[in-house]
């Protein structure tokens, strides 16, 4: 089995990489249905997300907190924190619940429950200084080195 190594400065519930593998489909940017969009958050907030939802009332923008949640239709973007939480927007009215700010931008004033939630693409190993690589890379990384090497590759970054 190939071990999962996370290189934050917090602590984060050793079961929230099993408990998100578990109740989401594998991060695979390209099953995702058409219309998901995509919200971008620290590791820290991933226990929350995935067992409460995306909470207007957590939220936490660069400049204050609470009442609306960022979103993009840009899929594995790797900036904002790390994590992306693809999800889709069933059952919110478009009127009241969210917003399109522009092309791939939008901003969502309810709350979106774990129902909605596709995947959350969490890390697996920060380069220090390299890309940063993702459960969604995995695949792509086993593919091209073979899974001994990866697995030689992960257990260094221990």
């Not at 009127?95 to 969490?122: C, G, Q, S, W």
């Amino acid at each position: 089995m190939l071990r999962l190594y996370i290189t934050e400065d917090y602590e984060i519930p050793k079961n929230t990489y099993e408990y998100c593998l578990k109740h989401f489909m594998y991060p695979d940017y390209s099953k995702v249905p058409k219309g998901a969009i995509y919200h971008n958050t620290h590791l820290e907030y991933v226990d929350s997300i995935a067992h409460n939802g995306i909470l207007t009332s957590k939220a936490k923008q660069l400049e204050y907190s609470g009442n609306m949640t960022w979103a993009t239709t840009l899929p594995n973007q790797k900036g904002y924190g790390g994590c992306t939480v693809a999800f889709t927007l069933d059952g919110l009215e478009d009127r009241y619940d969210y917003e399109k700010v522009n092309n791939t931008e939008y901003t969502i004033y309810a709350d979106i429950p774990t129902k909605n939630i596709l995947f959350i693409d969490l890390p697996v190993v920060d380069g220090n200084g390299l890309p940063l690589t993702r459960l969604s890379d995995i695949p792509e990384l086993l593919k091209e080195y073979g899974y001994n090497k990866v697995k030689k590759v992960f257990e260094k970054q221990s």
